[in-house]
């Protein structure tokens, strides 16, 4: 992406700072400059990623297959709605996937933590069930003994 920035014109992709004690107004007008110049750089980053994908659509096209086989999508459409995902997928950088990364770390240790609590709950029942039965025995000692004692 960036050998394509250094090919387009450059006001494109400059930062807009508002020089320091600037009106308000001077400050909002910077703001929305920078935002149109952050969303032009995603898309050109959205466009790389679906060029990208497109480029190594011969080895995509044997995955597709997966999908066409059990969805209503033909294969041209199913491989082109797959080259935009994963454009759209590269294109959002690092963050994207820590997220992604974060998110499954989060799904890992909720998981994690149900089957601790399962197995807790388990050795909890087991403990009760044990304290029940050591008091089944101990009854039935005690009825032994007052049914063999003379008297």
């Known amino acids: 992406m960036e050998i394509l920035k250094a090919y387009l014109p450059q006001h494109l992709f400059q930062e807009v700072p508002a020089p320091a004690g600037s009106p308000p107004e001077v400050v909002a007008a910077a703001a929305r400059a920078e935002a149109k110049r952050k969303a032009r750089v ?10 990208t994908a497109a480029l ?25 709605l797959i080259i935009l995902a994963l454009g759209l997928f590269s294109s959002g950088g690092s963050g994207l996937w820590n997220s992604v990364l974060e998110y499954l770390l989060k799904v890992k240790g909720i ?7 399962a197995a807790s709950k388990a050795e909890k029942l ?21 049914e063999t004692k003379p008297g």
């Open 56 to 80: 190594a659509s011969p080895a995509i096209t044997n995955y597709t297959n997966l999908f066409t086989d059990k969805s209503h999508f033909p294969q041209p459409l199913s491989t082109i």
């Open 126 to 146: 087991k403990a009760e069930t044990d304290k029940a039965e050591a008091e089944k025995a101990q009854a039935e000692a005690a009825k032994a003994r007052a």
């Open 42 to 51: 995603h898309m050109l980053a959205v466009l790389c990623g679906i060029v």
């Open 111 to 117: 998981k994690d933590a149900e089957e601790k609590l």
